[in-house]
C-alpha cells in the first residue's frame, strides 16, 4: 500500500502510477493499493508518521 499527496490540479490513478512503480522499482515491491490524502501527517522533525496513516486506513 501506498500513501500520496496529489499535485494541485492532477488526479493520479492506479493506471497511470502503475507502469511508473513497474518502470523503477521492482515487481514485488510494486504498491497493490494506492491511498490519496490531503496532507501527510508529519512531525516537526519532517518525518511522516506511520502510526497516524494506518489509524486513518483502519477509520475508513
Known amino acids: 500500500m501506498a500513501f500520496g499527496v496529489a499535485g494541485a490540479g492532477v488526479t493520479p490513478t492506479p493506471e497511470t502510477l502503475d507502469p ?9 515491491k510494486r504498491p497493490k493499493q494506492y491511498v490519496f490524502v490531503p496532507e501527510l501527517p508529519k512531525n516537526h522533525y519532517g518525518k511522516v508518521f506511520e502510526t497516524e496513516l494506518r489509524a486513518r486506513l483502519s477509520a475508513t
Do not use: D, K, P, T
Open 20 to 28: 511508473l512503480c513497474l518502470a523503477n522499482i521492482a515487481r514485488f
